[in-house]
């Protein structure tokens, strides 16, 4: 892999894992978020009814004792719907009637005072007109009527945030003394009582705690992002030093083995050609294995080459005006001999309005030489292969077309890797290295093109080679290529 390229994976790296992080910790805040808020709705729930059932028994309390007289001191008036609410005892002094009702409001009035909390006692039937319900307490007192047990809201009242809770006021046995009159029967929805709990300062205060945490783990995360980045990037670095070392060491091994393996497959084929003297059927066999062993090895240390310099960033590209037309030719015709001792038909077919491309001859030539040799080694006998070129507005479009034995759905992702094989073998026992599709798609991505590949099991396989057309006054990717775009 290039320098480059590492570099640009570990920076898409970094960037992903930023992205990962930052979505996890939004997804954890907004659960938190969402957590608070329940439970400080489930807490005011709590709180609201176990208030409005402390009115609910101290008003049972009253009822049982039909109300409770109070000296009418100072400031003390009577309940003016009541009919004589007051009572003179024997020593002069005036006490007056505190029914339910009337209970309920003067200590909804000491609520009020305290700031913990409000309470109201209504209905859709009033006998006191204070007691007038509000919009929202209205709608709860129709959805009594409906059966309706208890109705919620997070309201704003007199500029506060507020939970409000109410429920319904049933007429019993003991209302009769002050409600007879208007016709309930035991069990009726006569009323309810709301309860309104602030919860403002509480609010503001879990904000607070939520902006403090934010703001924690908004620093740990970048603490510990910078130190990831350190120790990745450190990692990265000494990656790339010893790719450059393996693919240093590569280059040296691979061009000190070709020497003495040229001189190898030189002097045997010599030897076969009986240019030292006549070689009996034994001989023979044994030179051909040694010429064709080593022909093998150079074909692999060629590939080794080739891959040490696409991995350095090396790819070394000499571009120059190329007749794509005659380019191909030549490599088919090249490859027609290996073609005819397997009885396999080599077809080229072309545009003839394919204009010349500027491009790399010698790298360009390689492609073509390994994807018309592959489809060599896998197509059976009789069968045909078909090299065409064609172009549209944007690119020359190269397509090697066999019926060999296709390639494995599971498979196509892979064979442009190095060192990846397919699990299909090749018809004659010809060997592979596993680089050279890999080093295929390392030169036409060079020359700015792509290449892509369909295939079906049992009927063979097309690749597609697309190299851009330069046109136009724009930066071409031949500029580029060379590092001269001044645009980019």
């Known amino acids: 892999m290039a320098i480059k390229e590492i570099n640009k994976k570990f920076q898409k790296l970094v960037l992903a894992g930023g992205i990962l992080i930052i979505l996890i910790f939004l997804a954890l805040s907004l659960g938190l978020s969402i957590r608070h808020r329940n439970l400080l709705i489930n807490q005011l729930n709590s709180s609201a009814e176990g208030m409005f059932d402390s009115?609910?028994?101290?008003?049972?309390?009253?009822a049982d004792y039909s109300g409770?007289?109070?000296?009418?001191d100072k400031g003390v008036t009577s309940n003016p719907f009541l009919e004589n609410p007051d009572i003179r005892t024997i020593d002069g002094k005036v006490y007056t009637l505190r029914n339910p009702a009337m209970m309920t409001r003067e200590i909804s009035e000491y609520a009020r005072d305290s700031d913990e909390f409000t309470y109201h006692i209504t209905s859709l039937k009033l006998t006191n007109p204070a007691n007038k319900p509000d919009e929202w307490e209205r709608q709860a007192l129709q959805a009594f009527e409906r059966e309706i047990d208890k109705v919620t809201k997070l309201d704003t009242l007199q500029g506060r945030k507020v939970f409000r809770l109410m429920r319904p006021l049933k007429y019993e046995t003991g209302c009769t003394g002050c409600h007879s009159k208007q016709g309930y029967q035991l069990g009726d929805i006569r009323g309810g009582i709301s309860v309104a709990i602030p919860f403002d300062k509480i609010s503001a205060e879990l904000k607070l705690n939520q902006w403090i945490m934010i703001v924690l783990s908004v620093l740990i995360i970048l603490v510990l992002s910078l130190v990831l980045y350190f120790f990745v990037w450190r990692l990265v670095n000494q990656l790339i030093v010893l790719n450059e070392q393996k693919n240093e060491f590569l280059g040296i091994a691979a061009h000190d083995l070709r020497n003495p393996l040229g001189v190898i497959m030189g002097y045997s084929q010599l030897l076969l050609e009986g240019l030292f003297g006549f070689?009996?059927?034994?001989?023979?066999?044994?030179?051909?294995?040694?010429?064709?062993?080593?022909?093998t090895m150079h074909n692999l240390i060629n590939d080794l080459l080739d891959t040490s310099k696409i991995e350095s960033g090396k790819l070394g590209l000499n571009v120059q005006e190329t007749d794509l037309i005659s380019l191909c030719r030549e490599n088919v015709e090249l490859n027609s001999a290996m073609a005819k001792k397997k009885r396999i038909q080599l077809h080229f077919e072309y545009d003839e309005n394919i204009p010349k491309v500027m491009l790399d001859p010698d790298k360009?030539?390689?492609v073509l030489n390994n994807l018309i040799t592959n489809a060599i080694k896998f197509s059976y006998p009789d069968t045909t292969i078909r090299v065409?070129?064609?172009?549209n507005e944007h690119n020359v479009l190269i397509e090697v077309q066999d019926e060999g034995q296709g390639v494995p759905e599971n498979e196509l992702d892979t064979i442009f890797k190095s060192f990846s094989k397919s699990s299909v073998r090749s018809t004659g026992g010809e060997k592979s290295t596993g680089l050279?599709?890999?080093?295929?798609?390392?030169?036409?991505?060079?020359?700015?093109g792509s290449i892509r590949v369909e295939s079906e099991v049992g009927k063979g396989s097309i690749f597609y080679v697309y190299l851009p057309i330069e046109k136009n006054n724009d930066c071409t990717w031949i500029e580029k290529i060379t590092g001269n775009c001044e645009k980019d």
Do not use: C
């Open 388 to 391: 065409s070129l064609s172009k």
């Open 55 to 62: 009115i609910l028994f101290t008003r049972r309390w009253n």
């Open 436 to 448: 050279g599709l890999a080093i295929v798609r390392k030169i036409v991505e060079g020359h700015h």
């Open 279 to 295: 070689l009996d059927e034994k001989q023979t066999k044994f030179v051909s294995a040694i010429r064709k062993s080593s022909n």
């Open 364 to 366: 360009i030539d390689q």
């Open 68 to 72: 409770v007289y109070v000296l009418k």
